[in-house]
Structures are given as structure tokens and as C-alpha cells.
């Protein structure tokens, strides 16, 4: 039997503080599992792409994932498809889950915990792009320091407008503007043409850029790139689809090695830090195997039989 977990089951059983920790162990112990995640992506002839992530592996879980999305940017929602949590002694499926809600929760946690290892102490925040991973990062960035004002743009009005009031904030008109306000940046955008470039910014300012994952896709110009501390999740993903792809730079780290405390991260106050995460398959065994433990005990989600 296997147990389905659709978005309302995740959002009953997936807590942002757990998660957050569990993406923080998962960072330090990830490049110890022998077996290297991959992303792969293609072009379809409808107006989206195909994507698959797997192995999802975390060393001490006895299970992995495989997730395939359609990434759709025109569609609303963006992004739909399924995880596939398997048992890693028979391949038994554990558990189909919803892939929009667990990329959403590990996209933005993910990148709450690296805004808050490299940021500075500003308290202004900015949001480009208003949609769901946007709301997980500032939902887990809130579990994590507090700010005293947030700006936020989005090409949909109302959709900014709505953001801010749910979050105590205020729209602005452009992206600039909301770098020239804030002192930390969260940009979770499809832009394929960089929103800000390096005139468009100030020293000590933090950017993490969400908008880096498939190659064709900047929020974010070379020459800000290329003055900032640089760092990523992964590099040689970062540099074959992610934001170093077109910038032809090299990461100066990786979260997991300042996390572990091989690179110092942020040294200066007057240092531009940007955090450009593709996303990696370990993610979702993070989160997909916390999700199916809890609902396992809580008796959340409705089993199927899909040999039956």
C-alpha cells in the first residue's frame, strides 16, 4: 500500500522549524552519501519544460526520492507533479506526494537558511516575485531573525499587494525599487533578463536569487555576480544550469561548506553576498521522509493500491 499526501495533508503534518533543521543537517552531511544527485531537464513541444530529480539520499534514511515536475510558467499554479518516496531495502513506494508543495517548502526553507548564514544585520526586506516559494522564504526566514519592514514587487499588482498585506509590508512599482529599499533581496521570479544589476545595489546587501535553476533563466546581472561573495548549493549544477551558466564566474563556496565551516562566509559588513540555489534531489528525501513519518503516526493521508 502506498499513502498519498496531497498539499492539504503536507500542510497539516510539515512544521517550518523542523524542516529547517533538517535542511541545516542535511547540508553538512549530503556530500558524505556516495551516489550524486542529478537534475534533468528537457524542452517539450508545449509551453513548458520536464523535469526530473533523483536520487534523493541522505545518509542514516532507508529511503529515497524521485520527483517529476512540469514546470509550466504561464500556468497557475507554475509548477505540478509527484514524489516518489521509496524503501531503500526493495523499492517498495512509501508514498506519492504532492511535488508543489514539497518544492515549495524546501525551495524557500532552503533558501532561508542560506539568506540568514550569509546576510548581514539589515532589517529591511525585499521580495521580487510574490508566489509561493517567495512565502516560504519569508515565512522561514521569520523562524530565523526578524525584520521591521518588507517591500515587495511583483509583475501581477495584486498578487504583490496581497503578499504585503498578508506580511505587514508595501508594494513598490520595480525591482529597483525594492533594492533600493531593502538590505536583504529574496527573488523568486522566471525572468530570462537580469532584474537588477550591479548599479542597482549597495554594499553590504544580501541577494538570494531563486530564479537560477534551468539554464535561460537571470534575475540577476553577471556584474553583480562577479562583486559579490558567490555561493551555491551545489557547483557543478550551479555552473552547468544554474546562475553561473551564462555569468561564466566560479562559486566562492557552497552552503554546505560554510554550514561545516570550511569557508568563513561573510567576513566584511560592507560585502554584496548572493545565494543561488539550483535545488538539489536530497532536499526532498529531507522533507518528503518527515512528512511520511508523521503522517505514518498521525494518520494523515488516504492509502492506496496501486497494484491492485
Not at 182 to 209: C, K, M, N, Y
Request: glycine share 12%.
Amino acid at each position: 500500500m502506498t499513502l498519498l499526501l496531497t498539499r492539504g495533508d503536507l500542510e497539516a503534518v510539515l512544521d517550518p522549524v523542523d524542516c529547517l533543521a533538517a535542511l541545516r543537517d542535511g547540508f553538512r552531511a549530503a556530500d558524505a552519501v556516495p551516489v550524486a544527485g542529478q537534475r534533468v531537464r528537457t524542452d517539450l513541444p508545449f509551453p513548458g519544460t520536464a523535469t526530473a530529480l533523483i536520487p534523493g539520499l541522505l545518509p542514516g534514511i532507508e529511503a529515497y526520492t524521485v520527483k517529476v515536475n512540469a514546470k509550466f510558467p504561464g500556468a497557475r499554479p507554475a509548477l505540478r507533479g509527484v514524489i516518489c518516496l521509496h524503501s531503500g531495502r526493495d523499492g517498495e513506494l512509501l508514498a506519492l506526494l504532492d511535488s508543489a508543495t514539497v518544492t515549495a517548502w524546501r525551495t524557500g526553507l532552503a533558501a532561508a537558511l542560506g539568506t540568514q548564514v550569509l546576510a548581514g544585520p539589515g532589517t529591511v526586506l525585499g521580495v521580487i516575485g510574490a508566489g509561493a516559494q517567495a512565502e516560504l522564504m519569508v515565512r522561514g526566514l521569520g523562524v530565523l531573525r526578524q525584520h521591521r519592514a518588507l517591500v515587495v514587487h511583483d509583475t501581477d499588482g495584486d498578487r504583490a499587494a496581497a503578499f504585503a498585506a498578508r506580511h505587514g509590508g508595501r508594494a513598490v512599482a520595480s525591482p529597483t525599487e525594492v533594492a533600493a529599499a531593502a538590505d536583504i533581496v529574496l527573488l523568486a521570479t522566471w525572468s530570462r533578463a537580469p532584474l537588477l544589476s550591479l548599479a542597482d545595489t549597495r554594499e553590504g546587501q544580501h541577494f538570494t536569487s531563486l530564479g537560477a535553476d534551468e539554464p535561460g533563466k537571470r534575475e540577476l546581472a553577471a556584474d553583480l555576480l562577479a562583486a559579490s561573495l558567490l555561493v551555491v548549493d551545489d557547483r557543478q549544477l550551479a555552473a552547468t544550469m544554474g546562475a553561473l551558466t551564462p555569468a561564466g564566474l566560479d562559486a566562492d563556496a557552497t552552503l554546505g561548506e560554510i554550514l561545516r565551516g570550511e569557508h568563513p562566509g561573510r567576513v566584511s559588513a560592507g560585502t554584496r553576498s548572493v545565494y543561488a540555489p539550483v535545488g538539489l534531489p536530497w532536499q526532498d528525501l529531507a522533507l518528503a521522509w518527515r512528512a511520511y513519518r508523521r503522517a505514518e503516526r498521525e494518520g494523515v493521508g488516504r492509502r492506496v493500491d496501486l497494484l491492485g
